[in-house]
Structure formats: structure tokens, C-alpha cells
């Protein structure tokens, strides 16, 4: 079966840094969401990206954040200027082709902030 | 706003036990209703769904029924196995397909033979 594949599984990185979590979806879906699941909390969604553009965000996708696809395969979460608080299981979904099917999770990236 | 809550873990039951994951909602208008399952070093996988109320979802030997009226809906399985041990997640989405997901915390399963 297809897999939604997340790069690295662990990150650790120093407090103000910025980081960019990897996540290769499915090849023919076309939406894809990021979500967090900080430790001991509910998993959040972040955001939706659908025809090169965030169609849905939280309130806790704020200016640190920003996604992109910079290529026909990837799907990229930066966080510019990392906190403490950034320290989170980040999940990578993916789905489509159509507008309402079912979503795809990644195994997901653990990021440490130091 | 919309929120999901589910009992906490760890659940820790022999093998052949009967399972019950407790999972309650509150939402606006008609949510469609998903639990999530994430075996250890994967990602969440859908476990099953309903999408209107009295709506039973089953896989797996796994079920839940979305009860409208006690905005719950419960995760029950009649015989739990070893490979059932995992992460079970009840969501819910204003939509069918489950995007922009609303995710409880999670509950651990462990079971031991």
C-alpha cells in the first residue's frame, strides 16, 4: 500500500533555530495537512494545502510557521525561529485526488527544541 | 467550539478481554466521527468511521456507533489480540472525508498474552 513518508524521525535542534520538517505524500494525492501532537496533548491540526496555496490554518500556524512544495513531490513545515514550546510529534497527511476522500498519516517527526 | 475527549490510558487488558474505549464530542451541526488506531513506529491509520447519527462503523472486529443523542461514540471490540496494542484516536470532522481533522488525546492499548 502507499505510504506517506516523514524525514528524519527524530530532530533536535537549539532554541531560535529554524527547522523544516519533510514529508513525501502519496504520489497522485493533491491535499496535504500537517498536524502536532505536543506530549501528553490532543494531536492539532496546523494546516491544509491544496493548488499551491494554505487553504485552512489554525491558530496556532502563526508567522513562525510556513509550508511549501517545492517540488512535485516534497511537502515542507518550517518553523523560522524555534521555541521551546515548538517541541512536538509533527505529523505529515495526505490525501485526494479528490476533494473528500480519506487522509494519509505519516509515522511522523519528533522534534526536540533545546 | 468542537472538541473531542476520550478516557485516559494506558489500558492494559489480557488477550480475549473485551475492550471499551470511551469517546465523547461536542460539536455544531452534524460532525462525521472517526477513530484512529497508530501501531508503534507508524503513522495513524482510519480505523473506521460514521458519518451520521446511528451510523455503526466496523472494522477489524473493532465498532462504534455514533450516538447522537449522548454525544458519544464509544470504540468496543469483543476479543482483543496482542496485535491490537497501539494508540486509538477518536476524531471528528465537519466533513466526511475527515479533513481538518479534530483529535482527542489518544489512549494506549497494551495487550498481554
Known amino acids: 500500500e502507499p505510504e506517506v513518508t516523514q524525514t528524519p524521525s527524530h530532530q533536535v535542534t537549539q532554541m531560535g533555530q529554524e527547522v523544516i520538517l519533510r514529508c513525501v505524500p502519496i504520489s497522485n494525492h493533491l491535499y496535504f495537512y500537517w498536524y502536532r501532537q505536543i506530549l501528553g496533548q490532543k494531536v492539532e491540526f496546523l494546516v491544509s494545502?491544496?493548488?499551491?496555496?494554505?487553504?485552512?490554518k489554525s491558530e496556532i500556524f502563526d508567522d513562525q510557521f510556513s509550508v511549501e512544495r517545492p517540488d512535485g513531490s516534497n511537502f515542507t513545515l518550517k518553523i523560522r525561529s524555534t521555541k521551546l514550546e515548538d517541541s512536538a510529534m509533527y505529523f505529515c497527511?495526505?490525501?485526494?485526488?479528490?476533494?473528500?476522500?480519506?487522509?494519509?498519516f505519516g509515522s511522523g517527526t519528533q522534534l526536540s527544541v533545546l | 467550539g468542537n472538541s473531542v475527549t476520550q478516557m485516559e490510558g494506558p489500558v492494559t487488558l489480557s488477550e480475549e478481554a473485551f475492550l471499551t474505549i470511551n469517546c465523547t464530542y461536542t460539536?455544531?451541526?452534524?460532525?462525521?466521527l472517526f477513530w484512529y488506531v497508530q501501531y508503534p513506529g507508524e503513522g495513524l491509520q482510519l480505523l473506521l468511521k460514521a458519518t451520521k447519527a446511528d451510523d455503526k462503523g466496523s472494522n477489524k472486529g473493532f465498532e462504534a456507533t455514533y450516538r447522537k443523542e449522548t454525544t458519544s461514540f464509544h470504540l468496543e471490540k469483543g476479543s482483543v489480540q496482542v496485535s491490537d496494542s497501539a494508540v486509538y484516536f477518536c476524531?471528528?470532522?465537519?466533513?466526511?472525508?475527515?479533513?481538518?481533522?479534530?483529535f482527542g488525546k489518544g489512549t494506549t492499548l497494551s495487550v498481554s498474552s
Open positions: 497527511a495526505s490525501s485526494g485526488p479528490g476533494a473528500n476522500e480519506k487522509l494519509f
Open positions: 476524531a471528528l470532522s465537519a466533513n466526511q472525508a475527515g479533513t481538518a481533522l479534530i
Open positions: 460539536a455544531t451541526g452534524y460532525p462525521s
Open positions: 494545502f491544496y493548488n499551491n496555496e494554505i487553504s485552512e
